[in-house]
């Protein structure tokens, strides 16, 4: 069977389908949404930086693709309520959600563990976990109303493995991976599922930030990555539930 990773996609792959993605104006999550508007999707892009959003939207655009949905909302502040009253609008609005990509983390301060402080602890946990937390509280009696749905948590190899001084990063992608594995038990044998996809060292301005002194020419691209977002959107992936997936497969 051919890997995810070298998934290809048909042009009509996402044709009918309405996309979420969060983080969409920046790095993959940006590359995402252009991607799955390419392959036909209708995507809401969901992000704090409105210019950045509205240059993905301008991109999708350009190329032809359905006109997107903006959404600004900056998870550091966000309360259950504003979830709640986003989804009441995506709902008026389009009906339907087919695939949620949770892209938008931060990385925050790599640091000794004992030296992680607390509002640092508390402020990126608040984007990285407890946004994604509360957003799928709020969405998922819309998402259950569609026959098959996609739902998709980034990961990464620190959310499988702890290393050292990337505390608080590395936790908050534990969770992500525990939120994913008990929705997914929760959820098997209905029309929706839920995964994790591990981007791998990808050059973005994130990576950047983790690893100053590297050369980014020798990373993978957004792009490069695209085949396992495609699958995991896409209706080949009906069945997969539970899994972490790597893009990156070596
Ligand atoms: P990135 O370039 O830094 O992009 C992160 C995105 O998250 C940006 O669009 C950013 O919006 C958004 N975001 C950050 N804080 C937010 C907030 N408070 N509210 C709403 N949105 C917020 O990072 P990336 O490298 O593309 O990472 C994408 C995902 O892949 C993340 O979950 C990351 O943990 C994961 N990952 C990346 C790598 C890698 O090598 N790049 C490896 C493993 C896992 P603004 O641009 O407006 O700040």
New binding site residues.
């Given amino acids: 069977m051919q890997s995810h990773s070298q998934y290809v996609a048909s042009d009509n792959a996402l044709r009918d389908k309405i996309v979420l993605i969060?983080?969409?104006?920046?790095?993959?999550?940006?590359q995402a949404a252009i991607t799955f508007a390419q392959h036909g999707a209708e995507v809401i892009l969901?992000?704090?930086?409105v210019a950045?959003l509205e240059s993905t939207y301008d991109e999708i655009v350009s190329n032809g693709g359905l006109q997107p949905t903006i959404v600004p909302?900056?998870?550091?502040g966000a309360s259950p309520k504003n979830y709640q009253d986003m989804v009441a609008s995506i709902e008026g609005q389009l009906k339907k959600i087919d695939v949620v990509l949770f892209?938008?983390?931060?990385?925050g301060n790599l640091c000794p563990f004992h030296e992680i402080k607390e509002s640092e602890f508390l402020e990126v946990n608040q984007?990285?976990l407890n946004?994604q937390f509360f957003m799928t509280q709020a969405l998922l009696p819309l998402l259950k109303k569609n026959k098959n749905t996609s739902v998709i948590y980034?990961?990464?190899?620190v959310g499988r493995t702890g290393r050292a001084y990337w505390g608080t990063?590395s936790i908050s992608?534990f969770a992500t991976e525990g939120m994913m594995q008990v929705l997914a038990d929760e959820y098997k044998n209905t029309g929706i599922r839920f995964n994790c996809i591990?981007?791998?060292?990808?050059?973005?301005?994130?990576?950047a930030k983790?690893f100053p002194g590297e050369k980014p020419d020798s990373?993978k691209t957004?792009e490069d990555i695209m085949p396992t977002y495609l699958y995991l959107a896409s209706d080949d992936s009906i069945g997969v539930n539970g899994q972490s997936l790597d893009c990156q497969v070596k």
């Fill in positions: 969060t983080g969409a104006g920046d790095g993959i999550g940006k969901l992000g704090r930086t950045k909302i900056d998870f550091k892209n938008a983390s931060v990385l984007v990285n946004s980034t990961t990464s190899s990063y992608k591990n981007p791998g060292a990808t050059k973005t301005s994130m990576r983790a990373l957004p």
